[in-house]
């Protein structure tokens, strides 16, 4: 049997088409509540899955999975507060472009490219999934250690205005996610004795703290009569076709990145929204319009947030390894249906697997279209004061960062990194470059010592693959990029006058 014989009665059922619509409406809802996102919506979800069959239950987690990661991009667009983690480095051109008075066209930029992110992501998942699942299977520690710091170096070289300090917050990053259990040890590492952080920091409390937080101190310090959006006709999710084609390249760019991002476990949205909108800086012909509202930063992240979606289902449903978070929660709904996702299922089910691929394609339709209606009402509850908005904001943030683990250590976490993350913000760190090397912190210490370990204590391991080698070869043309770029920017006069100097 192949996707070409699937029976589609099958598929298109009242049940499954409804949990489709449901699980999209409320995976907006969590994307755009900071704090919530793709993961938390998802398990929050997990038990409705008993009661139902196993095509409706994985169709519904994976429309959460997939509204979610466009829905973290309206709250970072409308109060520069990232719904989800992936949803950061939308917030650096689409809140400017809100704050220019146009955040119906950034959220037009923004559900556009989520969109044919998700149809890019289905269609690489349909075609690609065993071949490029196979590639994965074979990368190694040295691969997935080079890979953290591949993601570490594309962050690092966003920072126009101070590298040392993007440099100063990656490696404060790093330190905060070596705090807690040594995993191959078992050892605790600067916990001071706490039972709480023997798992370390919590990352959803951190990020609400660090985002939402942080957005809330700064806030206060604004005027609180304030309104982010003004006019409620500028909230409409609409854009021409010559704005389109202004995003197209990057769209289909990031998308590529995105869907093969997620394919690769331990990447995920936020590294491949970074590479992406990294790439798109690289490419552009103005890139100084970056961080001022550029379009193509919007379309470029959103894109690869929701391509890596179907990236990240290829070694889910063909190895039974989850590609990120999300998918290791949807990885429980199939167990809670005694299906064991990996080689076998295409065999054992095949109508199952081919069901969820076309399925999966429906649920980028009913995002883009459920989105186009519903993103300007939950936009147009941020269009009230700050007076009014600010202790919403509050609450929802603390009950995010609460819901995590049900532990009020984690809302102390959230207020503490709030305010670390003010004073950062106001010296010009960069919280991105934070986040990132902290999520990446334990795959890259973890890689780097079992890769020592194989090859016992030699770093011939990192230069003797040849996967590694190529990685090693991105890393350097990245960094050779930002070097020659930062000389040509110095060796340009800065007054005509300089010209005539002798």
């Not at 071949?131 to 690092?156: D, H, M, N, R, W």
């Not at 147009?380 to 609450?395: A, D, K």
């Not at 090859?455 to 190529?470: A, C, H, L, N, P």
């Amino acid at each position: 049997m192949d996707i070409i014989t699937l029976d589609l009665s099958m598929l298109f059922t009242f049940e499954n088409l409804l949990f489709i619509i449901f699980g999209t409406l409320f995976g907006l809802l969590a994307g755009a509540l900071p704090g919530l996102g793709a993961t938390i919506s998802i398990a929050l979800l997990l038990p409705l899955t008993y009661s139902m069959s196993p095509i409706a239950a994985i169709l519904m987690l994976v429309a959460v999975y997939q509204a979610a990661e466009y829905g973290g991009s309206i709250s970072s667009i409308i109060l520069g507060v990232p719904g989800t983690p992936a949803a950061v480095a939308t917030a650096i051109d689409g809140n400017a472009l809100s704050k220019k008075g146009f955040p119906g066209k950034a959220l037009g930029y923004s559900i556009t490219a989520s969109f044919i992110g998700g149809l890019i992501g289905s269609i690489i998942l349909m075609l690609l999934a065993l071949p490029l699942s196979k590639l994965t299977i074979q990368f190694g520690a040295s691969e997935f250690f080079l890979l953290g710091i591949l993601g570490l170096v594309c962050v690092v070289s966003l920072s126009s205005k101070d590298i040392p300090k993007s440099i100063i917050s990656v490696l404060l990053g790093l330190i905060i996610g070596m705090i807690g259990m040594d995993v191959l040890t078992g050892a605790t590492r600067f916990t001071a004795g706490s039972m709480y952080l023997m798992e370390g920091f919590p990352l959803i409390p951190l990020l609400v703290g660090m985002f939402a937080i942080s957005e809330i101190l700064m806030m206060l310090t604004d005027e609180l009569q304030k309104r982010y959006v003004n006019d409620t006709k500028n909230i409409k999710t609409k854009i021409t076709w010559q704005e389109f084609k202004g995003i197209r390249n990057n769209t289909a760019k990031g998308s590529i990145i995105g869907a093969l991002a997620g394919v690769i476990p331990g990447l995920g949205a936020g590294p491949a929204s970074w590479i992406a909108y990294t790439e798109a800086k690289r490419t552009s012909k103005n890139p100084e319009n970056f961080g001022k509202g550029e379009p193509n930063g919007i379309a470029a992240p959103e894109s690869a947030n929701n391509a890596v979606v179907g990236g990240a289902l290829v070694p889910l449903l063909t190895l039974g390894i989850p590609g990120s978070p999300a998918t290791a929660v949807i990885l429980g709904a199939f167990l809670i249906h005694g299906i064991q996702p990996g080689p076998r299922v295409f065999n054992e089910d095949p109508n199952l697997i081919y069901s969820i691929f076309i399925g999966f394609m429906i649920t980028a339709f009913v995002m883009y279209i459920l989105g186009k209606y519903t993103t300007s009402l939950f936009a147009r509850v941020l269009t009230i004061p700050n007076y009014v908005l600010l202790p919403i904001i509050t609450m929802v943030a603390l009950i995010g960062a609460y819901v995590a683990r049900g532990s009020i250590f984690d809302v102390w976490v959230a207020i503490g990194a709030g305010i670390v993350a003010f004073f950062m913000r106001n010296l010009d760190y960069s919280l991105p470059a934070f986040i990132l090397a902290f999520v990446l912190s334990p795959l890259i210490e973890e890689s780097l010592r079992r890769a020592l370990l194989l090859s016992d204590g030699s770093f011939s391991i990192f230069f003797t693959r040849g996967y590694s080698i190529v990685i090693i070869i991105l890393i350097v043309a990245l960094i050779g990029s930002k070097i020659l770029g930062t000389l040509k920017k110095k060796n340009v006069p800065k007054d005509p006058e300089d010209m005539n100097v002798t």
